[in-house]
């Protein structure tokens, strides 16, 4: 980790860039805690804490000035699911539901305790798949009272880990990173691309899926020996995620103002 750590602050020092934006919040939380990571390396401490004080989250450095338009009609309803490693990681909060305000014709509903884990948490879901597992199902469970179309997010383990458990209970809800309907506001085509990013998703999951009923169900390569058992289970909840059945309704993406462009 202090290795890859300073390689990533070398590669970025040599960019000159004014500010790194993550869009992927657990290494954007740990990005700003090179400081600390590396507090006890005199050759590195200066320059890790000059590196952690420019990263930010996208959320974070799009919110400092109103979003720039023209920005076109998102017709859709969501809700937002807060990242641990954003609202309590970083402490940001306010700037993702900042710029959803700004997107015209979105509706965004609360979601309930929006700020409590999903169960992803980083590898979490593999060492401890049975807590991960009631976490996910807690989440899940609070999604419907909200009636979105989709459940918007700003971490890829969240998207995945949400995902799996709305289509396990072959919810129609879309799950979507903040930036990606961030895409849809600003992009013509931003419906058409968004559904065929959904669709590839789906298919990517069907595929790790065929893999993983292909493999020793006894084994999980690059898993060190006392993590096994979890690995395994945790593979084989994802492997029987009724991926097949999942349907999303996606007629709200359809709505072009009266016209449709497919």
Request: hydrophobic share 40%.
């Amino acid at each position: 980790a202090l290795d890859m750590a300073r390689r990533t602050i070398e590669t970025f020092e040599a960019t000159d860039a004014e500010a790194v934006i993550v869009n992927t919040s657990g290494c954007g939380a740990h990005m700003k805690g090179y400081g600390h990571l590396l507090a006890d390396d005199p050759a590195w401490a200066e320059r890790a804490r000059r590196f952690a004080a420019r990263v930010q989250d996208v959320s974070e450095f799009l919110a400092r000035a109103p979003l720039r338009g023209p920005l076109r009609a998102v017709p859709l309803t969501v809700t937002y699911h807060d990242p641990c490693h954003v609202v309590h990681g970083q402490k940001i909060r306010t700037a993702p539901r900042e710029l959803l305000a700004q997107i015209p014709e979105l509706k965004v509903v609360a979601l309930p305790e929006s700020d409590w884990c999903c169960g992803s948490a980083g590898i979490y879901n593999l060492t401890q798949p049975e807590m991960a597992a009631r976490l996910q199902q807690r989440k899940i469970d609070n999604v419907p009272a909200t009636k979105a179309d989709a459940v918007v997010t700003a971490n890829p383990g969240c998207i995945i880990q949400i995902a799996q458990g709305l289509a396990a209970r072959n919810a129609p809800v879309e799950v979507l990173h903040i930036v990606d309907l961030l895409d849809r506001a600003y992009d013509d085509e931003g419906f058409t691309h968004g559904k065929q990013q959904w669709h590839d998703f789906q298919r990517a999951c069907k595929r790790r899926r065929a893999f993983a009923d292909k493999l020793d169900p006894n084994i999980v390569p690059g898993f060190p020996d006392e993590l096994l058992p979890q690995a395994v289970r945790a593979r084989k909840q994802f492997r029987d995620t009724k991926i097949d059945a999942w349907k999303p309704d996606l007629g709200p993406l359809e709505k072009r103002g009266g016209k449709d462009k497919g």
